[in-house]
């Protein structure tokens, strides 16, 4: 078992840097962390919170080090399970911006997200009831309704759960289709890197 060390994150100052769009204040302050982290020894560093890799490319310029991307991580498992059109769910920024989206693009895999209303439905109950820990069935119920409307409308064969709380609520057996849950994915990741013999 490897050390591990961690550098907790204060989420609602880092919520409120994206939130009124304060980038170089967001990068300055995780680069503070991963810094820490870099100074601890730490030879495999990660951004766990995928919102947060909105400034994941400035992190790594301005700090040298490579991060373990969530993106990345994501692209790789789509490729493996062989998905050519895949749906999005996240925090408004996540389905709105590129960062979660062009590693997909880029392996030529198609990359759909809700219309705006059902976004901002997403993103309401994400700060609303997830991040609070509360799971109701009538969420669970929106959702599917959401995600069986971009089966319909663009074809997608499975959904990527772009939210680190979206696996509190969905998931292969509740969901109408395949879940690929970010964290799971990413946390496998990081373990075959950290697992690997030298």
């Not at 209303?117 to 109950?125: P, V």
């Not at 969420?139 to 309704?145: A, I, R, S, Y």
């Amino acid at each position: 078992m490897p050390d591990i060390a961690i550098e907790s994150v204060n989420f609602r100052r880092a919520w409120d840097y994206v939130s009124c769009g304060n980038y170089a204040e967001l990068t300055d302050y995780l680069c503070e962390k991963v810094s820490l982290l870099k100074q601890s020894g730490c030879d495999i560093i990660a951004l766990t919170a995928g919102t947060m890799h909105i400034v994941f490319d400035e992190i790594e310029k301005k700090t040298n080090v490579s991060l373990i991307s969530i993106p990345k991580a994501v692209c790789g498992e789509v490729l493996h399970r062989n998905y050519k059109k895949v749906g999005l769910l996240g925090t408004i920024f996540t389905m709105e911006k590129d960062y979660m989206k062009k590693d997909l693009i880029n392996a030529g895999i198609e990359v759909f997200v809700p219309c705006k209303e059902d976004r901002e439905l997403i993103a309401k109950r994400i700060l609303k009831e997830l991040e609070l820990g509360i799971v109701k069935d009538t969420t669970l119920q929106e959702f599917n309704v959401i995600i069986e409307k971009m089966r319909t409308e663009h074809g997608i064969e499975a959904v990527i759960l772009g939210c680190t709380e979206l696996p509190l609520l969905l998931s292969d057996e509740n969901s109408v289709l395949p879940c690929m849950d970010s964290v799971d994915i990413h946390i496998r990741e990081l373990i075959r890197l950290a697992t690997v013999e030298e």
